[in-house]
């Protein structure tokens, strides 16, 4: 490609609303330009960048045995009524309708669409399993678009989608993909770990998220450095202890405690520790209605110890709310409690309670005895939390237990690049997506679902590589393995060269334009391409290139002219062996 013939153009300055190092360095290079809010134009130097992730992406889900189909990314509305999430997705899934006021959805993920075409395929166990994918547009209207690429409205997903007889079947194609997860960031030179995760709108029971660790990102990630446990914060275990299982049981009984609404009031009153107390906090969950598109709203309780927090994540799981917020004080007295000197037990109303199992066979707890300036002494779990359930719903942090070693565990932020499900039978039972065994009897098909973002791919390497003078982006993803920088007053030699190396079969950004060598250096640090050759009138007069590797360009070699070439394609075998390293 010729530079005095490329589209986009580079900047001096990136926009302020450019707040990561990586979104900056995309735009002033040329590779993308904002149309709206988390809506992007894909420039030629970008979309070269793209298409070669996605290449990537299919070679190695091809290898596992995908199929590739490419589905609409409008879909009718009746296929997301039937698994209840036409409902239960508040404002980030965008309807519509046509002119025949058809209900419409655009696509946030393609689980339902994909369901209906295994209802058209698959009828026996000979069809399965199978594994298609595709690599498609989804649109998810968030409402805080951010750091370009990294969290927008429109994106593009790889979404590949297995199909098994059992959850054997699944396993294998789970285990298969996560491998393969593992083999496509590394040939993209993009660092990763696998958490455990919260399946979220997903559903199924089993689910990873491949996390790129930087402070750009807003997942919070749980890591034990001795035995390797890794988790996301929504869904992190930790060892709680137990405090006070072995105490004798007592009555309850109550206890003054006035102007002591937080837990170290409570325990420099009564001279207790916080372990030794359990507190109760307030959400209000949002629930379908009665009707379609109409929402309900019941209180949950949450009672935990008092030296813990809760994990709203978790809590939205075990209460099965579509969405929650913080109640109110008046919600909490309509239910019998009282606000600041409050607990489940004794309380009227209809609420939800959560009993977080730190407090599991706990006895002689300080809790709130539901009037103002009282609290309970010798509260026992569950004798006294009645009606409630009990799980986790603890928040985990830097310096809890680990729960398999026992070490403590520190905490990482991360941007989640790739993700996989076991979704299990959950729409196959929606859809009546079912199959003949070899016995003639009808089984449902057990599914999978599997994501990797490719702009946000982008993304993140351009936040791992780049320096204060661009991109310097590996090679398997740069939009040109080389950058060939011509510094002659007449072309002729240099356009000789960049016919050469084309003919060979290497990817070459051809700087011919007429500008100072300034300007063509600047640019060429900021694009990034992996290896640079300068080409002037005195090295041409002694017969040699100029080159040098962006990510060292303090290190120059000179390369004889008739060598050049064979030379070339050297650099670029050994920077794609380096990444396989």
């Given at each position: 490609?010729?530079?005095?013939?490329?589209?986009?153009?580079?900047?001096?300055?990136?926009?302020?609303?450019?707040?990561?190092?990586?979104?900056?360095?995309?735009?002033?290079?040329?590779?993308?330009?904002?149309?709206?809010?988390?809506?992007?134009?894909?420039?030629?130097?970008?979309?070269?960048?793209i298409?070669?992730?996605?290449?990537?992406?299919?070679?190695?889900?091809?290898?596992?045995?995908?199929?590739?189909?490419?589905?609409?990314?409008?879909?009718?509305?009746?296929?997301?009524?039937k698994?209840?999430?036409?409902?239960?997705?508040?404002?980030?899934?965008?309807?519509?309708?046509?002119?025949?006021?058809r209900?419409?959805v655009?696509?946030?993920?393609?689980?339902?669409?994909?369901?209906?075409?295994?209802?058209?395929?698959i009828?026996?166990?000979?069809?399965?399993?199978?594994?298609v994918y595709?690599?498609q547009t989804?649109?998810?209207?968030?409402?805080?678009?951010?750091?370009?690429?990294?969290?927008?409205?429109?994106?593009?997903?790889?979404?590949?989608?297995?199909?098994?007889?059992?959850?054997?079947?699944?396993?294998?194609q789970?285990?298969?993909?996560?491998?393969?997860y593992?083999?496509i960031f590394?040939?993209?030179?993009?660092?990763?770990?696998a958490?455990?995760?919260?399946?979220?709108?997903?559903?199924?029971?089993?689910?990873?998220?491949?996390?790129?660790?930087?402070?750009?990102?807003?997942d919070?990630?749980?890591?034990?450095?001795?035995?390797?446990?890794?988790?996301?914060?929504?869904?992190a275990?930790?060892d709680k202890?137990?405090v006070?299982t072995?105490?004798i049981?007592?009555?309850?009984?109550?206890?003054?405690?006035p102007?002591?609404?937080?837990?170290?009031?409570?325990?420099?009153?009564?001279?207790?520790?916080?372990?030794?107390?359990?507190?109760?906090?307030?959400?209000?969950?949002?629930?379908?209605?009665?009707?379609?598109g109409?929402?309900?709203?019941?209180?949950?309780?949450?009672?935990?110890?008092?030296?813990?927090?809760?994990?709203?994540?978790?809590?939205?799981?075990?209460?099965?709310?579509?969405?929650?917020?913080?109640?109110?004080?008046?919600?909490?007295?309509?239910?019998g409690?009282?606000?600041?000197?409050?607990?489940?037990?004794?309380?009227?109303?209809?609420?939800?309670?959560?009993?977080?199992?730190?407090?599991?066979?706990?006895?002689?707890?300080?809790?709130?005895?539901?009037?103002k300036?009282?609290?309970?002494l010798?509260?026992?779990?569950?004798?006294?939390?009645?009606?409630?359930?009990?799980?986790?719903?603890?928040?985990?942090k830097?310096?809890?237990?680990c729960?398999?070693?026992g070490?403590?565990?520190?905490?990482?932020?991360?941007?989640?690049?790739?993700?996989?499900?076991?979704?299990?039978?959950?729409?196959?039972?929606?859809?009546?997506?079912?199959?003949?065994?070899?016995?003639?009897?009808?089984k449902?098909?057990?599914?999978?679902?599997?994501?990797?973002?490719?702009?946000?791919?982008?993304?993140?390497?351009?936040?791992?590589?780049?320096?204060?003078?661009?991109?310097?982006?590996?090679?398997?993803?740069?939009?040109?393995?080389?950058?060939?920088?011509?510094?002659?007053k007449?072309?002729a030699?240099?356009?000789?060269?960049?016919?050469?190396?084309?003919?060979?079969?290497?990817?070459?950004?051809?700087d011919?334009?007429n500008?100072?060598?300034?300007?063509?250096?600047?640019?060429?640090?900021?694009?990034?391409c992996?290896?640079?050759?300068?080409?002037?009138?005195?090295?041409?007069?002694?017969?040699?290139?100029?080159?040098?590797?962006?990510?060292?360009?303090?290190?120059?070699?000179?390369?004889?002219?008739?060598?050049?070439?064979?030379?070339?394609?050297?650099?670029?075998?050994?920077?794609?062996?380096?990444?396989?390293?």
């Amino acid at each position: 490609m010729r530079m005095s013939r490329m589209f986009s153009r580079t900047l001096h300055e990136a926009p302020a609303s450019c707040e990561t190092i990586g979104y900056k360095m995309l735009v002033r290079a040329g590779f993308i330009k904002q149309l709206g809010a988390g809506i992007f134009d894909i420039l030629p130097l970008g979309l070269r960048s793209i298409r070669k992730i996605e290449n990537i992406l299919r070679e190695e889900i091809n290898a596992i045995g995908g199929q590739e189909v490419q589905l609409p990314v409008v879909n009718p509305a009746d296929i997301w009524r039937k698994t209840g999430r036409y409902d239960s997705i508040g404002s980030e899934m965008t309807r519509l309708q046509d002119r025949n006021d058809r209900d419409l959805v655009l696509a946030m993920t393609h689980e339902e669409a994909m369901t209906e075409l295994g209802l058209f395929e698959i009828d026996s166990y000979k069809k399965l399993p199978q594994l298609v994918y595709q690599i498609q547009t989804k649109w998810r209207d968030d409402p805080r678009p951010r750091a370009g690429l990294i969290r927008v409205r429109e994106f593009t997903m790889k979404d590949s989608y297995s199909f098994d007889k059992d959850y054997e079947g699944l396993k294998k194609q789970y285990d298969a993909h996560y491998d393969a997860y593992f083999r496509i960031f590394k040939r993209m030179g993009l660092p990763c770990i696998a958490v455990a995760s919260d399946s979220g709108m997903m559903g199924g029971k089993v689910a990873h998220e491949y996390m790129y660790l930087s402070d750009i990102g807003e997942d919070t990630i749980i890591i034990c450095e001795k035995c390797g446990y890794t988790a996301n914060k929504q869904v992190a275990k930790f060892d709680k202890g137990k405090v006070g299982t072995d105490a004798i049981e007592k009555n309850l009984e109550t206890v003054s405690t006035p102007d002591t609404k937080t837990i170290d009031d409570l325990c420099a009153l009564l001279k207790i520790k916080p372990d030794e107390t359990a507190k109760a906090v307030f959400f209000t969950g949002i629930y379908p209605g009665d009707n379609e598109g109409e929402k309900k709203e019941k209180l949950i309780v949450c009672m935990i110890r008092g030296d813990l927090d809760v994990e709203e994540n978790k809590v939205q799981n075990a209460a099965k709310a579509l969405d929650m917020r913080i109640a109110t004080e008046d919600e909490i007295r309509k239910c019998g409690m009282e606000p600041g000197f409050a607990s489940i037990i004794g309380a009227k109303g209809e609420f939800i309670a959560l009993v977080d199992d730190s407090l599991e066979g706990m006895k002689n707890l300080c809790t709130g005895a539901n009037k103002k300036d009282l609290h309970y002494l010798h509260a026992s779990a569950p004798r006294d939390f009645t009606n409630a359930t009990i799980t986790d719903i603890a928040a985990c942090k830097s310096g809890c237990k680990c729960p398999k070693c026992g070490e403590n565990l520190i905490s990482s932020r991360g941007v989640e690049i790739g993700n996989i499900f076991q979704l299990g039978t959950r729409y196959s039972d929606s859809f009546g997506l079912y199959y003949q065994d070899e016995n003639g009897e009808k089984k449902s098909v057990v599914m999978g679902s599997y994501g990797i973002g490719v702009g946000r791919s982008l993304a993140c390497l351009a936040q791992e590589y780049s320096d204060d003078k661009g991109l310097k982006l590996p090679i398997s993803v740069a939009p040109y393995q080389v950058q060939l920088i011509s510094l002659l007053k007449d072309n002729a030699h240099a356009d000789k060269i960049y016919d050469e190396l084309v003919a060979a079969g290497i990817e070459v950004l051809y700087d011919d334009r007429n500008e100072n060598a300034g300007v063509k250096f600047f640019d060429s640090e900021l694009i990034g391409c992996p290896i640079i050759l300068k080409i002037g009138n005195k090295s041409l007069k002694n017969g040699v290139c100029e080159v040098s590797l962006r990510k060292s360009l303090d290190k120059q070699e000179e390369i004889p002219l008739d060598k050049l070439t064979q030379a070339v394609r050297i650099l670029v075998s050994q920077c794609f062996e380096a990444l396989s390293k």
